[in-house]
Every structure is written in C-alpha cells, then in structure tokens.
C-alpha cells in the first residue's frame, strides 16, 4: 500500500507562485511515475505534469513554460513549482504515483486546493 499526502497549496495573486510537494510512503518501488492532476468543478480530472523515476518529464501544454516538476528520489517526493500562475489555474490538485513491481498500481493523494485571484 501507497500513501501521498500533498502541501504546499495556498491563495495567490495572479502572476504570483506556489510550489506542491507530495510526499509518497509505504511499499514504494523503486522505478516508478509520480505526477499531479487537477480537475476543475465540472471537468474531467486533467494530467498536469509528471515525472519518472530517471527523470523524464511531461507537461501539459496549458503549463508549459510555467510549471516545473521535480523529485528527491531518496525521499520519495516530488515537487512541483508554479511561476506565473493565473486563475484558470485554480482547483484542487492532485498527486498521483504509478508503479509496476506488482503488476500496474496506481495511488492518488486527497489533493491541494490552489486558489488564484485575479
């Protein structure tokens, strides 16, 4: 079993930043995916960013140039650094990890709220 408990949300002002941390524990292997979500009220829960084990990263294209994901590997977490945030930002993220030692897993944390105003 995988815990992730996320931090780091909070209320900001356009163009201000936040930066996400979640922090992973429990039966973690060692090659894995961790990454955020956010799922706007009335949306589908939309991938935000993700990063692997080796360090290979995604973005989706609405944050591209702004957000940057990152992970500290010996202690499980993974980061994610918003700069230039606007309010269409705003929503509840989530982090999220996905392995494959035992056959597909995937955990997901409760989420962070990011609010943005305008």
């Known amino acids: 079993q995988v815990q992730l408990v996320e931090s780091g949300g909070g209320l900001v002002q356009a163009g201000g930043s936040l930066r996400l941390s979640c922090v992973a524990s429990g039966s973690i292997f060692s090659i894995n995916t961790m990454g955020w979500y956010r799922q706007p009220p009335g949306k589908q829960r939309e991938p935000v960013a993700a990063?692997?084990?080796?360090?290979?990263?995604t973005y989706a294209d609405s944050v591209k140039g702004r957000f940057t994901i990152s992970r500290d590997n010996a202690k499980n977490t993974v980061f994610l650094q918003m700069n230039n945030l606007q309010p269409e930002d705003t929503t509840v993220y989530y982090c999220n990890l996905e392995q494959y030692g035992l056959g597909r897993r995937v955990y997901w944390g409760q989420g962070t709220q990011v609010t943005v105003s305008s």
């Open positions: 990063i692997t084990s080796g360090g290979s990263t």
